[in-house]
């Protein structure tokens, strides 16, 4: 899972899904002790499933999500809903490519799939 919960709303949503108490952890801000908060992220991640992580978060406005493979990528509704990725025979299996407006504007942005 991919965790962006900078903000103070956003941390607290965090740990409402991780059912964590702020009062368990150091300070969100505290730099020296990120080291023993991300321990703690990470031992509670492992719980779970990232399809249950995936339900839990769903749920709530906490910058979490997960991470996918290529793949996974290119066929998750939020990217096919948008045309971030298309296939072009001849070409490449799989392209991923920028947002469709982009496309539109300047056929030549194409981002090829690494490997």
Same mark, same amino acid.
Request: with cysteine; aromatic share 8%.
């Given at each position: 899972?991919?965790?962006?919960?900078?903000?103070?709303q956003?941390?607290?949503?965090?740990?409402?899904?991780?059912?964590? =108490?702020? $009062?368990?952890? #150091? /300070?969100?801000?505290?730099?020296?002790k990120?080291g &023993?908060?991300?321990?703690?992220?990470?031992?509670?991640?492992?719980?779970?499933?990232?399809?249950?992580?995936?339900?839990?978060?769903?749920?709530?406005?906490?910058?979490?999500?997960?991470?996918?493979?290529?793949? =996974?990528? $290119?066929?998750? #509704? /939020?990217?096919?809903?948008?045309?971030?990725?298309? &296939?072009?025979?001849?070409?490449?299996?799989?392209?991923?490519?920028?947002?469709?407006?982009?496309?539109?504007?300047?056929?030549?942005?194409?981002?090829?799939?690494?490997?």
């Open positions: 899972m991919a965790v962006g919960a900078l903000e103070p956003f941390y607290v949503a965090l740990l409402q899904g991780l059912e964590l =108490e702020k $009062a368990e952890l #150091p /300070h969100q801000m505290e730099l020296p990120w &023993e908060i991300a321990r703690a992220f990470k031992d509670k991640f492992a719980t779970k499933t990232q399809s249950e992580w995936v339900d839990i978060f769903s749920k709530l406005d906490a910058c979490v999500t997960p991470v996918l493979t290529f793949d =996974e990528a $290119a066929s998750h #509704p /939020h990217n096919k809903d948008r045309g971030m990725f298309m &296939e072009v025979p001849g070409v490449m299996e799989k392209l991923g490519l920028g947002p469709d407006v982009l496309l539109k504007e300047n056929k030549k942005l194409i981002y090829a799939r690494l490997s």
